[in-house]
């Protein structure tokens, strides 16, 4: 479940085996299912039994794969990976391609939880996408709302940065932006612009890739989805 995302109906019978040993064991009798799968799969916080929702699980666990290679770049994997797949762009700019593998397809489907989950801290501001990447973090979303202006010039986030002062250059930010946008841009600190830019998960502790706590927040967009249908095009983006 680390390596490979599981059939949506694999994952239903192993959830409708859990489902009979718990509802009675009596075989070639028809149980009676007193409460719903859903309710059961919620937190024993908030009324249910913990039970993993095994499609869910098995998306968080396969998502931590896509995080190592976003994080750690420089390992083994994420340069096998990144010379054989995405070598002349960025991992969240691969595309999928007939003849790639299984398990980097898997790895491709599993993307959509970092994009709505984490987003850049700034450094040096030379690696994130003004325009494509998640580094607004008072935005819903963290990405700019503000339009791409015409015949742009500014790609990266060192693009906004004075080199001489290393803060932002406010007059590009009032030209550019949105005002709300550009004062929201104006009050995140620089103080690290020597090093490298990094990605954290928001709402979770050190912004360290924590399974437990993307599954939970999976199955929280779940709920807003099914409360809010129109939203369900933007919770999961199969391949």
């Excluded at 898997?106 to 325009?131: A, E, V």
């Amino acid at each position: 479940m680390s390596v490979f995302l599981l059939p949506k109906n694999l994952c239903h019978h192993l959830e409708k085996i859990i489902c009979d040993f718990w509802w009675g064991s009596t075989t070639g009798l028809k149980k009676m299912h007193w409460i719903k799968w859903s309710k059961l799969c919620k937190a024993k916080k908030d009324g249910g039994m913990g039970f993993r929702d095994l499609r869910a699980f098995n998306e968080a666990l396969l998502s931590k794969q896509s995080w190592r290679i976003q994080t750690q770049q420089n390992s083994l994997m994420a340069k096998v990976l990144k010379a054989k797949y995405f070598s002349h762009s960025t991992f969240y700019e691969a595309k999928v391609k007939p003849g790639i593998s299984y398990s980097w397809r898997n790895i491709l489907h599993s993307r959509w939880i970092l994009k709505k989950c984490c987003f850049w801290t700034i450094g040096n501001g030379t690696t994130i996408d003004i325009w494509k990447d998640n580094w607004l973090p008072f935005q819903n979303g963290f990405k700019i709302l503000s339009k791409e202006p015409s015949n742009n010039t500014l790609v990266k986030i060192s693009d906004l940065i004075d080199p001489n002062t290393k803060d932002w250059n406010i007059s590009i930010l009032n030209t550019t932006f949105m005002p709300i946008e550009a004062q929201q841009i104006s009050q995140i600190p620089l103080t690290n612009t020597t090093e490298e830019d990094d990605i954290v998960c928001a709402g979770i502790n050190h912004g360290d890739y924590i399974v437990k706590s993307v599954y939970c927040a999976i199955k929280t967009w779940e709920e807003q989805t099914s409360d809010n249908p129109s939203n369900s095009a933007t919770l999961s983006n199969p391949i």
